[in-house]
């Protein structure tokens, strides 16, 4: 015989589940309380129905329903299956009734969007500073140093093929503008106002022909010069310029213009020109009329100079 559960136990087996339900994780305490007690009552309610039901119906309460129910067995299973399945599908509908409910009053939880991952834009990489070679300051170029002030003022001449060796003086102007002579009979000079023995241009040294008693002065036998012929001049430093005899002209003294810019101006060459007195003696104005001239060049490949580095420069 099919027995089916009493009141009580229906109201127990879906008040149990309702109440672990509501007490699971994430539900409120206090809505888990207050809905209990509600379901409470009305199970409550329910069994006071199902009591007095029981007792409208006989002695006994329970066990007069029970011997109904046991007198209607009789009436086959399949009665009693269908009871049976009707109060376990009230019961579900009861539960789930009350959790719908109970979801309702819940607020629904507020979704945050996760923020937003920053994009790290991409630095690119520092380029290598590529070293820059600097060239080295150029040296500005040394000064050119003038040999010639450096050498001095020239101090000996020499003549071989006559036996000349004497001291050079350095002469000027006399008071009427022409060149003065040496004041030793035996000694030349060296016009100081124009270029030097060595440099480019005219360079003149004069001499004595006589002295006032008639002997011969330094310059007596300059007449028997040749081409070919060398002269060297010394500077007080110890350079030595050697020069070549080119040609000789007789000038009268007085001369003027081509003459002189002959003898004394520029010229193209490294050039030295001697000069003494020649002709007849003009007793009116207490000088010869003539100046015999020597011309001579310079011979660069004899030149002698002394300190000087392989590059031309004096020390």
Known sequence: MLETSPPRMRIRRWIVPLIALLAAPGLGGCIVLEMGAGAMDQAAQAARSDERNGTDDGDGGTGSRNEDWTSEAGRGQTSNS??????????????????????????????????PVPTRTPVPPTPTPTQTTVPSPTAPPSPTIDPFTL????????????????????????????????????????????????????AVIAGHLDTTSGGPAVFWDLDQLLPGDEVNVTYSNGDRYTFIVQESG?????????????????????????????????????????????????????????NVEDDGIYD
Do not use: H
Request: some cysteine; proline content about 8%; glycine content about 8%.
């Open 82 to 115: 269908d009871t049976a399945a009707e109060n376990r599908l009230d019961g579900q509908a009861a539960v789930e009734a009350t959790v719908a409910a109970f979801r309702s009053a819940q607020p629904l939880p507020t979704v945050i969007p996760p923020s």
């Open 151 to 202: 050498a001095g003022v020239p101090t000996r001449l020499e003549v071989p093929s006559l036996g000349i060796d004497t001291y050079i003086e350095q002469v000027g102007l006399t008071p009427d503008r022409a060149m003065d002579v040496p004041k030793e009979w035996q000694n030349v000079g060296w016009y100081d106002k124009g270029y030097r023995p060595g440099e480019q241009g005219n």
């Open 250 to 306: 007789e000038y009268s003294y007085n001369a003027e213009g081509e003459v002189i810019d002959l003898i004394f101006g520029d010229s193209p060459t490294n050039d030295l020109n001697l000069i003494t007195c020649q002709g007849n003696w003009d007793r009116s104005n207490s000088t010869y009329d003539k100046r015999l001239v020597v011309f001579t060049s310079l011979v660069p490949e004899l030149t002698v100079r002394v």
